[in-house]
T-cell receptor, first 113, second 112 residues
Framework: EAQVTQNPRYLITVTGKKLTVTCSQN?????MSWYRQDPGLGLRQIYY???????DKGDVPEGYKVSRKEKRNFPLILESPSPNQTSLYFC????????????FGPGTRLTVL | QQQVKQSPQSLIVQKGGISIINCAYE??????FPWYQQFPGKGPALLIA?????SEKKEGRFTISFNKSAKQFSLHIMDSQPGDSATYFC???????????FGRGTSLIVHP
């Protein structure tokens, strides 16, 4: 089944404790991206990647890191999480730029205490 | 500054009614306008999309109307059903860019 998977689905952590949210897609998509969803603010793009070893900042990249060492994986790293990073995070992938459908993962709900 | 403004924030419709969600954009370089549907506990999924070379696109009960001169586009859900209850996001992007701009979402509730 074609899908985007994220792990963990739920995470509660404390301020400053490094964490990684994994994202994997099995559709051989070139483009992958991370979004955060907050009430009243919609979906905001954090980082995106156009291919292996090619990443770029989205609208809200502060406090986040990403890497794209393999085509299928695009982990999101929070080196020193803070409470304002409490949010619902989505990974997405697509075949190419702009006119292609984005496939979203099921989401990761992160709480930083 | 919001590049894509979506309204209303929430919408309640009776079964069988028409649901209408509106979006307005600022950047005239936008040339792709998708709508995504998100059910509780799930990620958004593409519902329907339009390019500005047409004024309307229909897929089943869902229709996008596009007004290029007014820089507005809207989603119409005909014969709304309780199963349509979800959050809907409009988005816009421009050719060659991989940074889509999303509206803030509309929570739709369809009462049986």
């Amino acid at each position: 089944e074609a899908q985007v998977t994220q792990n963990p689905r739920y995470l509660i952590t404390v301020t400053g404790k490094k964490l990684t949210v994994t994202c994997s897609q099995n559709m051989n998509h070139e483009y992958m991206s991370w979004y955060r969803q907050d009430p009243g603010l919609g979906l905001r793009q954090i980082y995106y990647s156009m291919n292996v070893e090619v990443t770029d900042k989205g609208d809200v990249p502060e406090g986040y890191k990403v890497s794209r060492k393999e085509k299928r994986n695009f982990p999101l790293i929070l080196e020193s999480p803070s409470p304002n990073q409490t949010s619902l995070y989505f990974c997405a992938s697509s075949l190419g730029s702009n006119y292609n459908e984005q496939f979203f993962g099921p989401g990761t709900r992160l709480t930083v205490l | 500054q919001q590049q894509v403004k979506q309204s209303p924030q929430s919408l309640i419709v009776q079964k069988g009614g028409i649901s209408i969600i509106n979006c307005a954009y600022e950047n005239t370089a936008f040339d792709y306008f998708p709508w995504y549907q998100q059910f509780p506990g799930k990620g958004p999924a593409l519902l329907i999309a339009i390019r500005p070379d047409v004024s309307e696109k229909k897929e089943g009960r869902f229709t996008i109307s596009f007004n290029k001169s007014a820089k507005q586009f809207s989603l119409h859900i005909m014969d709304s059903q309780p199963g349509d209850s979800a959050t809907y996001f409009c988005a816009a992007s421009m050719g060659g860019s991989y940074i889509p701009t999303f509206g803030r979402g509309t929570s739709l509730i369809v009462h049986p």
